[in-house]
């Protein structure tokens, strides 16, 4: 999740002081507001002298972001939507596309729970892993590029291997959409929340996120756990996060659309009826 756009210094000083307010606020109020809740940030049970315990990646990220002058990608009131959703369903299973200045916030919000980074650039990984060795991060090749979206658009139903039906993203080579060399692990987990700010999708030679958003909507449909698997958007101001967001995550599963991110709330294929058939995604 990599910056490609200056910030402008007065916009850098908001978000920067947004970003701490919200990690505090979150901390605060869930550390005090009652014993129902403090299993989203204590590791243990308090005492009658009540000595709330912070997880040490929440301490190391207050520290980040007070401290860094360089800040998360996503606005406030994005960042607050994804946040509210943790709050509700943490610790819970959290794949995030990209590994940027925010990832540290992200993996504090999911206490308990399993947060993991998939990104492109090996380099990147390192750079980021130096200052938060902590955080869950793999690499990921991608057989996409950006210039291809409107071509993989045109042709992907043609593809059988493609079609809902299959819903397969595993060894699925015949489908240039699936993402087939993916952790072991992001396979054999069921997601409760998938992030997508990854990869790169601004110049032509780019992975784009053709693949990250039918793949992310293949894991989603295929949740066997009940409830909902919760999809964020990022950078949806641009045509290729749009379209491929039209097409597989659906209008009709859009539950909020704040600034740049779009939130999907997408249910398992067992419990889709009507529409389609079946024969296609929306």
Not at 69 to 95: A, G, H, K, W, Y
Not at 199 to 207: K, L, N, Q, S, V
Request: aromatic fraction near 10%.
């Amino acid at each position: 999740m990599k910056s490609n756009l200056p910030v402008l210094p007065e916009r850098r000083l908001f978000l920067a002081i947004s970003a701490i307010a919200l990690i505090g606020a979150g901390l605060l109020l869930f550390t005090f507001i009652g014993p129902d809740n403090t299993r989203f940030f204590c590791n243990q049970p308090t005492s009658d002298n009540f000595h709330p315990m912070t997880a040490p990646m929440q301490l190391k990220a207050i520290l980040h972001y007070a401290t860094s002058r360089i800040v998360p990608q996503q606005s406030f009131s994005e960042i607050t939507v994804s946040f509210d959703v943790l709050r509700s369903i943490s610790p819970c299973n959290f794949l995030v596309f990209g590994l940027g200045h925010d990832s540290l916030m992200w993996a504090s919000f999911n206490t308990g729970g399993k947060t993991l980074f998939l990104e492109e650039d090996p380099t990147w990984v390192q750079t980021v892993l130096k200052d938060a060795p902590d955080l869950n991060a793999a690499v990921v090749k991608y057989r996409t590029k950006l210039s291809e979206a409107d071509e993989l658009m045109n042709t992907y139903r043609s593809e059988p291997e493609c079609s809902p039906s299959k819903s397969y993203i595993q060894g699925n080579t015949r489908c240039r959409l699936a993402l087939t060399s993916l952790p072991e692990e992001v396979y054999n987990k069921e997601w409760d929340m998938i992030m997508i700010d990854a990869p790169r999708g601004y110049f032509a030679e780019a992975p784009g996120r053709m693949a990250a958003i039918y793949s992310a909507t293949v894991m989603a449909r295929n949740r066997k756990k009940s409830g909902v698997t919760h999809v964020f958007l990022h950078d949806v101001n641009r045509k290729v996060e749009k379209a491929y967001a039209n097409e597989f995550l659906c209008k009709k599963y859009l539950k909020h659309a704040v600034g740049r991110l779009w939130h999907f709330e997408i249910p398992p294929a067992s419990n889709i009826t009507g529409g389609n058939d079946g024969a296609w995604f929306c």
